[in-house]
């Protein structure tokens, strides 16, 4: 028997410039671990990098590799009256949204998504199991007609 779930054709890839902001964010996070390591240097006597070479490798490799991963680890499909998103690595996730079940909808950006023109669509739904799901890396156009069409697609089922 054929899943309906994947009937609904290939993922929706989020927007390149996600990566982007996912790579500032990566490298804010090593810069701030960056912080003990420097303590460390400065603790072990007479045995400069011995800490920092190896802590700059990893750095560097995890900042080159990891968005570029995670970004390409995630998509979406929109069809048939229900919102499918899936990410994840490691844990893998695959979440179906159907629209007769959405609440409210959010449309969010912080600042550097604004710098990227990105935002996080984040559809509400009854029930207290994932009852929000987000989708970020939406182009913010795309964000905003993706709520208007659920919109859309909410109101046709109260009709």
């Known amino acids: 028997m054929d899943d309906p779930i ?20 990566t490298a804010i996070w090593l810069a701030i671990l960056l912080v003990p390591v420097i303590a460390a240097e400065v603790v072990i006597p007479g045995w400069h990098g011995v800490v920092a070479v190896p802590y700059l490798l990893l750095a560097a490799a995890i900042l080159l590799r990891l968005p570029q991963r995670r970004w390409q680890a995630r ?6 009256e229900r919102l499918r998103v899936v990410r994840g690595l490691l844990f893998h996730s695959d979440t179906v949204v159907p629209f007769g079940r959405v609440q409210h909808i959010d449309v969010d950006q912080g600042p550097l998504e604004r ?41 046709r089922d109260t009709l």
């Open 115 to 155: 710098a990227y023109e990105i935002a996080t669509l984040t559809v509400h739904t009854a029930g207290s199991h994932n009852a929000s799901v987000h989708l970020p890396g939406l182009k913010h156009a795309d964000a905003l007609a993706m709520r208007d069409a659920i919109r859309a697609a909410i109101r």
């Open 75 to 80: 998509g979406y499909v929109m069809a048939d």
């Open 6 to 25: 994947e009937d609904d054709g290939p993922l929706t890839p989020l927007d390149p410039a996600y990566r982007s902001v996912m790579r500032i964010v």
